[in-house]
């Protein structure tokens, strides 16, 4: 069973599924589904299209530079049948697959770093900004918030409940 991937998105296309294009000089430009087709005869480059893999991967949100993605390169030439050799490969499967996930797991959190360090950053310059809102308990004096058990003191807020015209007449 062949498994191509769509020319577009880089999707699996599965035997019986998707679109074939073959153009006047013979290139053959396969689709996933419709979708792609009419993104492609729109004449969109998939580097430019969000939802795309060729998107994803140019701009640094998924992995393009690891050593499990050799397994899944397309090989042309016949591999003659081997016992040994097909029980080694289906053991070390999970063991890849494992890696993958890993590494992947890695690549989001390394990504998400400088985005957490600037969301630190921003809440560092609002809090000096609006430094006066807070308990003169809890300032410093030099305008930043205490980190010892002195500054988690509890404030008391009084609340008051007014009553609406609709339950005063009840």
């Known amino acids: 069973m062949r498994l191509e ?3 577009f998105c880089s999707s699996t296309i599965y035997p019986g599924h998707g679109i074939q294009f073959v153009r006047n000089d013979a290139k053959i430009f396969r689709f996933c589904r419709s979708k792609c087709h009419k993104n492609f005869k729109m004449k969109r480059n998939p580097r430019k299209v969000k939802w795309t893999k060729a998107y ?3 701009h640094g949100k998924d992995m393009t530079q690891d050593s499990t993605f050799e397994f899944e390169r397309k090989r042309n030439r016949p591999e003659r049948y081997d016992r040994n ?3 080694q490969t289906l053991k070390a499967i999970p063991v890849i697959v494992k890696t993958r996930h890993e590494r992947l797991k890695k690549h989001i959190s390394d990504r998400h770093k400088p985005g957490k ?3 630190l950053e921003r809440d560092n310059k609002e809090l ?3 430094i ?4 003169k308990k809890l ?3 030099e305008g930043s918030v205490e980190e ?3 500054a988690k003191v509890k404030v008391k807020v009084k609340v008051v409940q007014q009553q609406t015209e609709d339950r005063m007449e009840e």
């Open 5 to 7: 991937k769509c020319w």
């Open 56 to 58: 994803r991967r140019l």
């Open 85 to 87: 050799v097909t029980e």
């Open 117 to 119: 360090k600037k969301e």
């Open 128 to 130: 000096e900004q609006d």
């Open 132 to 135: 006066n809102i807070l308990p």
């Open 139 to 141: 300032r410093n004096t």
């Open 148 to 150: 010892t058990k002195e």
